[in-house]
């Protein structure tokens, strides 16, 4: 299930939206999120991960699967991004971040991802081993 252009330009009208809000820097690294050239870095894509993504996602229109799918990935990368992580709790993390990458990788072609996206999985090992993002 391919993500449509009047999706993808519904998005972008969000993200310009909430770009007129925030500070420059913010507004520049949303900007880089859905335009050809250089790219976004992962940490960029984390910027989507609470209000701004929620919002720019709503506006998407999606399908509701792939909606559904793709809020779990917002909501997993929330987690992976806070700033307390308790060990007890990385087992369920891990769990939570497999299955919410399996459900957009079954409604989203292959097209649309890329490693950035497939790294969230081994995310949890990272906090694992070395903290905390």
């Not at 990368?77 to 308790?86: G, N």
């Amino acid at each position: 299930m391919a993500v449509g252009a009047a999706a993808l330009e519904r998005f972008r009208a969000a993200l310009a939206a909430i770009s007129e809000a925030v500070p420059r820097s913010i507004a520049g690294r949303l900007a880089r999120l859905t335009t050809a050239g250089k790219k976004a870095k992962t940490h960029t894509f984390f910027l989507l991960a609470g209000p701004f993504g929620l919002f720019a996602l709503a506006c998407a229109k999606l399908d509701a699967r792939l909606e559904d799918a793709m809020m779990r990935v917002l909501r997993v990368c929330c987690r992976l991004w806070d700033k307390v992580q308790k060990r007890s709790q990385l087992g369920a993390l891990r769990v939570e971040v497999a299955e919410a990458v399996c459900a957009a990788e079954r409604y989203m072609s292959a097209t649309e991802m890329d490693i950035k996206f497939h790294n969230l999985i081994h995310l949890v090992d990272g906090i694992e081993n070395l903290g905390r993002l």
